[in-house]
T-cell receptor, first 114, second 112 residues
Framework: ETGVTQSPTHLIKTRGQQVTLRCSSQ?????VSWYQQALGQGPQFIFQ???????GRGNFPPRFSGLQFPNYSSELNVNALELDDSALYLC?????????????FGNGTRLTVT | QKEVEQNSGPLSVPEGAIASLNCTYS??????FFWYRQYSGKSPELIMS????GDKEDGRFTAQLNKASQYVSLLIRDSQPSDSATYLC????????????FGQGTTLQVKP
């Protein structure tokens, strides 16, 4: 039990729609990261938030955006959904951004875009 | 060259054997290395972290790190069918973001 919870667990959307995924980090963890995992691949870094500010971004277009709130919750928003956005979206929290601060993942949200 | 490379497998070992999983990385400045286990349809679960050269043991698991060769490995002793999963190698980059780069994972099958 990592203390990181995500909602919803599954979601089906249509191409062009917008989606918001939610995450509640482990209490006391100042850093939240979002990853996209396509079938058969390792997770790909989308972005990270530290104390409510974006603190690094992977190779994802601007239609992927996020927010982190003071109560350790966060959101991933994806606009103009494309078929290739179908994946498992993982939220992970850590104490801070230091080298010795491992990520603990939530159970993920499985997004299907049709 | 991929930033973190793993053989996708599947790696098949008999129950009770030692499973050896390997990973290489390209960022020579990386300082933190992690192994995650992922069961089918589930999220990754942290099983080992290693930060300095040498071996680190935790129960049946041993992580090995060689920064000069940019190589990380995970040994699983006395493999059990319940160890059958995908094992993800992850490297924290040398930037300050704490971004983890994952390999594509190695699928391990432990046969009874």
């Amino acid at each position: 039990e990592t203390g990181v919870t995500q909602s919803p667990t599954h979601l089906i959307k249509t191409r062009g729609q917008q989606v918001t995924l939610r995450c509640s980090s482990q209490s006391g963890h100042n850093t939240v990261s979002w990853y996209q995992q396509a079938l058969g691949q390792g997770p790909q870094f989308i972005f990270q938030y530290y104390r409510e500010e974006e603190n690094g971004r992977g190779n994802f277009p601007p239609r992927f955006s996020g927010l982190q709130f003071p109560n350790y919750s966060s959101e991933l928003n994806v606009n103009a959904l494309e078929l290739d956005d179908s994946a498992l979206y993982l939220c992970a929290s850590s104490l801070d951004t230091g080298d010795n601060s491992p990520l603990h993942f939530g159970n993920g949200t499985r997004l299907t875009v049709t | 060259q991929k930033e973190v490379e793993q053989n996708s497998g599947p790696l098949s070992v008999p129950e009770g054997a030692i499973a050896s999983l390997n990973c290489t990385y390209s960022d020579r400045g990386s300082q933190s290395f992690f192994w995650y286990r992922q069961y089918s349809g589930k999220s990754p679960e942290l099983i080992m972290s290693i930060y300095s050269n040498g071996d680190k043991e935790d129960g049946r698991f041993t992580a090995q790190l060689n920064k000069a060769s940019q190589y990380v490995s995970l040994l699983i002793r006395d493999s059990q069918p319940s160890d059958s999963a995908t094992y993800l190698c992850a490297v924290k980059t040398s930037s300050n973001t704490g971004k983890l780069i994952f390999g594509q994972g190695t699928t391990l099958q432990v046969k009874p």
